[in-house]
Structures are given as structure tokens and as C-alpha cells.
């Protein structure tokens, strides 16, 4: 029965949905306020509807209700609860579910706290969302229903992907799904400027909150894959240009790019088209990351879906939206009118700098990442498109981006001196030598060349960062107290910005410390005996098995020492789960926070009396995830900004009346 309720909410979300797409438009086309009123309603009511459905779904995982096919093929009755919960969202059917949960949120979102939205904008906003939502409702229950019954009912299920049953997965893919149906409202505030033809300083300021919480919550998703795949996968690497990577960080490029470009709209009333084709572009990298790892063309464990006609589906979906808005984009975007003028050398140019290096860049894995799936799909034939390739291309640009991202917010707006803004920028630059010369002492030369630009790119974004929030708050230049009362007042803009681009030179940093100096021995090994990684050994006590709920391990005892001492002791598992008929590791990792020790026990070898054992030294290899969290957190703290949340940059003081004598 609850499966069945599930199904007819979807149903009648579909039906809310069309209404709100078409009868708030013709509102706001005619100016009927009973008629734009309907969207605030409408897109609550699809709100309630789909978390219905998606709870009914979540209900019968949870208490195993083996009649329903989504629950059989993936679930069983030992699996542990949190996994029961995850699983919703762990296989194509929930994962769509989970979409259309996040759509219709953001777009509730804006019914309810759009309050300073001008009526007609914030119609249209909702419609459009509304039309996204009609796209995929339609897409779950003509392809991809996750209400199907199962007649008779099996005993117990297929199990969930082993690979998927760890927390790393359980979180991932909300973050991930977050921060792809986040640009959606980018997008559709685009579309909705583009049919009312007008697009200004405030709009910038309406679209900026939510592309910020897309992009926060995008950052905290790539973050978790990769920490998932580092140490779930045993291969010790932390990112490999998949293209399922590939995927997510395109849009994120783009996204960085509608940020920053949003700025100028807001503070210069300039860059207007180039903004609103940046919003279409993101959120359509965003539909076309959901396309490639549902129709079949790729091959991974984030790849749900295998059958064509799924496919096909989307790619309709996203030639629809993307080709349409587009059009609509050739025909409008002439109207607008431009706004202010500005130097080369100035901010705003600093910033269309890092809009075309961040716009190049995504091209650039757009390119390596679509062509080779082109030439297959074509049978044109097989070319790898590898690390490589995408190191010689992507790191090229980023590092001249690196570099405007720091020098940019010392530039003034309009016009600007760069060589005063160097000068400023004179504590930062020492800082990077120092830096660079610390990492050539400590690795005796520094190793490749690229690994010291690296680091000097890490050291230039970190100190950089700080050195222009000391500028603002004019440190050492005022007594301390005003220093402190000047940061206190900062927007919180400021803030966030300073956090995001200070822990980005974090992830640069260790990004490249794990990239050029990281140590690897992959050897077989018996119990007893040692093997020796970066200076520290590592010895192979025993080996055991662990009977976990649902899968059976094989648990190697491996003691860490250094000089002598006593490091730590480390218990990876080579898991293997029944049902499924799969195995996977369990690396075990004792980290430092200025590196990680990684140990991964492989297959036994064909004697059995020895075990396939990989082990890893990291360097810096944590700052990685403490950097992206830190990004996430800029813009959680720019989020906060009063500015965003209702308008106007700080609360008026309305001065009380005169007491007016009596008469």
C-alpha cells in the first residue's frame, strides 16, 4: 500500500508541476497577480508531494519490503540500517528520486524566502523550475519507476553494490546531488531574466546566494569521492581524470566562473550576457554529467543506469533545455542593456581574466573527457584520454589563474595601478620563496620542477589570501584595536572570500606534495616478515578473518615503526560479501595531517601463502580534504552575508521622532 502511495504522489507531483510551469508564466505575461500567485503554493505542494514518494521508497528499504523490484535488486535483510538508507539513493531509480527531492526544494526555497523578489521575476523563476521538474518526474515514471512490485516476492534481496556500502557513499551523492540541481536555479533566474529582458545589480544579488550554496555543497561532494575513492578503492590516488570525475568538476569550473562573473554584475552592472550564458552553461554540464553515468556509454560504479532508452531520455532533457535556452539566449541577450566601462588593468578585468582561464579549462576537460566516448559511439575506434593529457592541458592554465586570483582583489574597480598592487603583495612574495626554498631543502633539489611551482602556487594563493585581508583591515597600519573593529564590520563576503581562496592554497599544497613526492612499494608479503616505505617499516604480524553483517573479511595485523619507534598499528581488510559475489579493500591509514601512512592487503598469491600488499607514504596528502572543506566554508560564510539574505547591507536605524511640544 505505502509503495502504491508513493506512486500516486509521484503522479500528482507531475500534475502540480505542469500547472506551476504554465499558469505563473502567463501571469507574469499578463500581469494576472491571482495567476503569478499561484507558484508559491504550487511549488510547495510538489515539494510535499515528492517527499512523500521519496519516503514511501525510504520505508520500504528500511523494513525490507522484498515486493518492491528497487528494493530487491538493491537491498538485503542483513545489510546494516545505514546502508538500508543510502541504498535509496545508491541505484539509478532512488538517485532520481533523491534529484527531484533537491529540485523541488530549491525551488520551494525561492517561493518561500524569495520575499524581495519582484512578483513577475519570481514567477517566472518557479515556472522554469517547474518545467526542470516536469522533465524529470516524467523521465522516473515512464523509465525509471521505483515502485514496481515483484509477484511473487523473493526471500531476500541482491544486496547493494559492495563498493557503495561505506560511509563516504552514504554522504557523497546528496552533497553531489546538491550542488548539480543547486545551479538549477541559476539557471532558471537566467531564463526568467532573459524573458523579461532585463538584468541588473540586484538580479546579480538574487542569483548570487544560491549559486554560492550550489557551489559550496558541489565542493563538499567532489571532496567526499575522492576521499572515498582513496582510501575505498585500494589504488593509494586520490584523483585519476575519470571521467565520472570529469563529470562533477566541469560544472564546478563553471560554476566558480558564474561566481565570480556575478560579482561584476553586482558591483559594476557589467558582464551581463557573459553571466547569464555562464548560468546556462553550468547547469547544462550539470545535465550532461547525469546523462553520461545514466545511458549506458560509460562503465563505473557511479554508472546506474544500462539501459538506452534511459539515455536517450535525457539527452532529449538536455537538448531541450540547453538548445532552448540558448535560443532564447541569441534572441534576448542583444536587448540587454550593457553597463559600465572598465580598464584592462583593473578588478573587473582581473576577473574576466579568470572567467576565460576558468572557461578554458572546462573546455579542456570537456574536450578530453567527450571525444574518445564520440569515437566509440561512432566506431571510429578506441583512444585513452588519460592523466597525461589532462595535466599537460589543465595545469597550464590554472597557474596564471592562481596568480590573478591573487593579485585580482588588490586591483580597484574601473581602473586600476597593477604595480602599486604588486607592491602590496611584497610580504606575500616572500613568504612564497620561503616556502619554495624550505620544500627544495627538505627533498634535497625539490624533485620535478612542476612540484615547486606547485608549491609556490600553494604558497602564493595562502599568503596572498591573508595578506589582502590585512589590507583591508590595514594591519599593523592602524593600532590593533581598529584593526580588530575593521574586521569585526567586514562583510561577510569578505570573509568567505578570504577563507575560500586561503584554504584553495591548501589543496594546492597538498595536491602537489601527494602528486611528486609520494613513495609506493607493492610487494608480496607473508606474515612476519618487513617492508620498508619512506623511511618507515612495516611489518606483517598475522592475518585473520572477521565476520562482519553481511560480508566476510580477511584482517592483516601490520605494525608501523620509525627509527625504532613505535608508530601505529594498522588493520586493512580484503572484504568479500556473498550475495554479490564481490570483494573489496579496506585500506587502513594512520595520517599525521602533514601526511598519510597507507596501507592496502590485496588478493593472496596462487600458493596462498603470501598476500598482495601495497603500501604508500603521502605527503600533505590530508590538506587536500582539510582545503576543500575549507572552500566549502568560505562560501557557507559568504552565504551569510546580509546582503544576500535580504538585500541591503546592514540594518537601518530608523532615528526615533522628536518629542513635539505640547500645545
Not at 570529469?246 to 556575478?262: E, K, R, V
Not at 534576448?332 to 559600465?340: D, N, S
Not at 589532462?390 to 574601473?414: Q, S, Y
Request: charged content about 10%; proline content about 6%.
Amino acid at each position: 500500500m505505502i509503495p502504491e502511495l508513493g506512486h500516486y504522489a509521484l503522479v500528482l507531483a507531475l500534475f502540480v508541476a505542469l500547472v506551476q510551469s504554465g499558469v505563473p508564466l502567463v501571469g507574469a505575461a499578463t500581469g494576472n497577480a491571482a495567476w503569478m500567485g499561484v507558484a508559491r503554493p504550487a511549488a510547495i505542494a510538489q515539494l510535499l508531494l515528492v517527499l512523500v514518494a521519496y519516503g514511501a521508497l525510504t520505508w520500504a528499504h528500511v523494513v525490507s519490503d522484498f515486493s518492491v523490484s528497487n528494493v530487491v535488486a538493491n537491498s538485503h535483510s542483513l545489510k546494516p540500517m545505514l546502508y538500508k538508507v543510502s541504498g535509496v539513493w545508491g541505484n539509478h531509480e532512488g538517485s532520481m528520486m533523491l534529484w527531484v527531492v533537491m529540485l523541488t526544494a530549491f525551488g520551494a526555497a525561492v517561493a518561500l524566502f524569495g520575499r524581495n523578489l519582484p512578483p513577475t521575476l519570481k514567477a517566472r523563476v518557479i515556472a522554469v523550475q517547474g518545467m526542470i521538474g516536469v522533465g524529470f518526474l516524467l523521465f522516473i515514471l515512464v523509465t525509471s519507476n521505483p515502485f514496481i512490485r515483484v509477484i511473487p516476492a523473493p526471500l531476500d534481496g541482491n544486496d547493494l553494490n559492495p563498493l557503495l556500502q561505506d560511509p563516504g557513499l552514504a554522504f557523497h551523492p546528496p552533497f553531489l546531488y546538491a550542488g548539480y540541481v543547486g545551479f538549477s536555479m541559476a539557471f532558471s533566474f537566467a531564463v526568467a531574466a532573459l524573458i523579461e529582458g532585463r538584468v541588473d545589480p540586484a538580479w546579480a544579488r538574487w542569483v548570487r546566494p544560491w549559486t554560492l550554496a550550489a557551489w559550496s555543497t558541489l565542493t563538499a561532494g567532489i571532496a567526499l569521492g575522492s576521499w572515498w575513492a582513496y582510501y575505498e578503492l585500494g589504488w593509494g590516488g586520490w584523483w585519476y581524470w575519470d571521467p565520472v570525475e570529469n563529470a562533477s568538476f566541469m560544472p564546478w569550473l563553471a560554476g566558480t566562473a558564474l561566481l565570480h562573473s556575478a560579482i561584476v554584475v553586482e558591483k559594476r552592472d557589467a558582464l551581463k550576457t557573459w553571466t547569464i550564458l555562464l548560468a546556462i552553461l553550468t547547469f547544462s554540464l550539470s545535465l550532461m554529467g547525469t546523462f553520461l553515468v545514466r545511458s549506458g556509454i560509460l562503465t563505473s560504479v557511479h554508472a546506474f543506469a544500462v539501459d538506452p532508452a534511459r539515455g536517450v531520455f535525457i539527452l532529449v532533457l538536455l537538448g531541450i533545455a540547453t538548445g532552448g535556452s540558448l535560443l532564447l539566449y541569441s534572441l534576448r541577450a542583444p536587448t540587454l542593456k550593457a553597463g559600465g566601462l572598465f580598464a584592462p588593468i583593473s578588478r573587473e578585468g582581473s576577473l574576466v581574466l579568470n572567467n576565460l582561464l576558468l572557461s578554458t579549462a572546462t573546455a579542456t576537460v570537456f574536450i578530453g573527457t567527450l571525444y574518445p566516448l564520440f569515437l566509440d559511439v561512432l566506431n571510429l575506434g578506441k583512444v585513452s584520454v588519460g592523466p597525461p593529457f589532462f595535466n599537460a592541458t589543465f595545469i597550464p592554465v590554472a597557474i596564471p589563474m592562481i596568480i590573478a586570483m591573487v593579485v585580482g582583489p588588490f586591483l580597484a574597480w574601473k581602473r586600476a595601478d597593477l604595480t602599486g598592487a604588486l607592491t602590496r603583495l611584497w610580504s606575500a612574495a616572500v613568504a612564497t620563496t620561503v616556502c619554495v626554498a624550505i620544500a627544495a631543502y627538505i627533498t634535497n633539489g625539490g624533485g620535478p620542477l612542476l612540484a615547486l611551482v606547485g608549491v609556490a602556487l600553494a604558497a602564493w594563493a595562502f599568503f596572498g589570501s591573508l595578506a589582502e585581508f590585512a589590507e583591508r583591515i590595514r594591519l599593523f597600519r592602524v593600532p590593533l584595536k581598529d584593526s580588530w573593529n575593521r574586521a569585526v564590520n567586514l562583510p561577510r563576503s569578505a570573509w568567505g572570500m578570504t577563507i575560500a581562496h586561503a584554504f584553495m592554497g591548501i589543496a594546492i599544497a597538498g595536491m602537489t606534495g601527494t602528486s611528486a613526492w609520494q613513495s609506493e612499494v607493492i610487494e608480496a608479503m607473508k606474515p612476519g616478515q618487513t617492508a620498508t616505505v619512506a623511511g618507515y617499516s612495516i611489518s606483517f604480524d598475522s592475518i585473520g578473518v572477521r565476520q562482519g553483517p553481511n560480508f566476510t573479511a580477511d584482517e592483516g595485523v601490520f605494525t608501523v615503526t620509525k627509527d625504532g619507534k613505535h608508530i601505529a598499528t594498522l588493520t586493512p581488510e580484503r572484504r568479500s560479501y556473498p550475495v554479490t559475489r564481490m570483494t573489496t579493500t579496506e585500506a587502513a591509514i594512520h595520517t599525521t595531517w602533514l601526511s598519510d601512512v597507507y596501507v592496502a592487503l590485496g588478493d593472496p598469491t596462487q600458493n596462498g601463502t603470501a598476500w598482495i600488499v601495497r603500501l604508500y607514504h603521502h605527503p600533505l596528502v590530508p590538506w587536500i580534504w582539510i582545503g576543500a572543506m575549507g572552500m566549502m566554508a568560505g562560501g557557507l560564510v559568504s552565504l551569510t552575508d546580509r546582503r544576500f539574505r535580504i538585500g541591503v547591507p546592514e540594518r537601518r536605524r530608523t532615528p526615533k521622532p522628536a518629542m513635539q511640544p505640547a500645545e
